[in-house]
């Protein structure tokens, strides 16, 4: 086909008898040109605009100062349906989470915990017993490599393990697909609506020797204190066993003044 449009051409020239080879070539190369340019610029347009889209939706994490709500938490593991917690949970910015877990049928305050930057203390009111333990506790129970920045995220509905670049993403719908790599895990984004909220999370472990997963869900965004906050999650994580966790918050509240206090009985044994 190429051959025949370029014998045609030739033709073309010898009978008009006023272009060359050369002059033609001139005239048909700039439309050629401009063709691949216009579809070179749209996709480069689209992918500016994915990345505007995605250090735009970065941007909108919930800041705040302090922060309380009140948590109905169920959780279901290998033996099925665990007992239902209710939390109180309060948050001063970079420095404390406290924590007051009750069981929810007896309404019984069972465990009171403070999270510090780089250690946890755990007050077992039912035993009388109170444990001093690193941040890595909290890594031992949730098998999710937490710090205190990224468990501060987590309580707020703040993505988290986010990458600073796009691997690769896909239109689904509504939906918007995003995946990136943030060491140790690689990270499948579910961005939706408009502006974008995270509405699912997936975490895969980078180190194939082990099958570590999270799927994290985000749900009934509500407007609070000028924050869109997911007031329903769900977090499954997988490993050797699967552990399921949902989580619905209440009576949340930002920025409003919040002493934390934390008092260990003295008579209570340290293990």
């Not at 000028?226 to 050797?240: D, L, P």
């Amino acid at each position: 086909m190429k051959n025949q449009i370029f014998f045609l051409l030739i033709i073309c020239g010898c009978l008009l008898s006023c272009r060359t080879t050369k002059q033609i070539n001139k005239v048909i190369q700039p439309k050629i040109n401009s063709e691949e340019e216009i579809t070179r610029k749209a996709k480069v347009d689209s992918i500016q605009h994915l990345y505007e889209l995605y250090h735009g939706f970065s941007d909108r994490k919930i800041d705040f100062n302090t922060f309380q709500s009140k948590i109905k938490i169920e959780s279901y593991g290998a033996n099925g349906k665990n007992q239902d917690i209710t939390a109180v949970i309060k948050m001063v910015k970079d420095s404390a989470i406290w924590l007051s877990l009750s069981a929810t049928i007896l309404s019984v305050e069972v465990f009171r915990v403070l999270i510090k930057p780089d250690s946890v203390i755990l007050i077992n009111k039912q035993e009388k017993e109170v444990q001093h333990r690193s941040l890595d506790y909290l890594q031992e129970i949730t098998q999710i490599p937490f710090d205190f920045k990224t468990l501060q995220d987590f309580i707020l509905g703040n993505p988290i393990f986010m990458g600073d670049s796009i691997q690769s993403f896909r239109k689904l719908d509504q939906n918007l697909l995003l995946s990136t790599l943030c060491p140790p895990f690689k990270h499948l984004i579910t961005l939706s609506g408009e502006p974008a909220q995270i509405t699912h999370s997936k975490l895969d472990d980078l180190d194939l020797t082990r099958s570590r997963t999270s799927d994290i869900t985000y749900a009934q965004y509500t407007p609070i204190d000028n924050m869109n906050f997911a007031t329903e999650r769900q977090i499954i994580v997988s490993e050797k066993n699967k552990l399921d966790i949902r989580f619905t918050f209440k009576q949340t509240e930002f920025n409003k003044p919040l002493p934390i206090v934390f008092n260990i009985p003295k008579n209570y044994v340290r293990k």
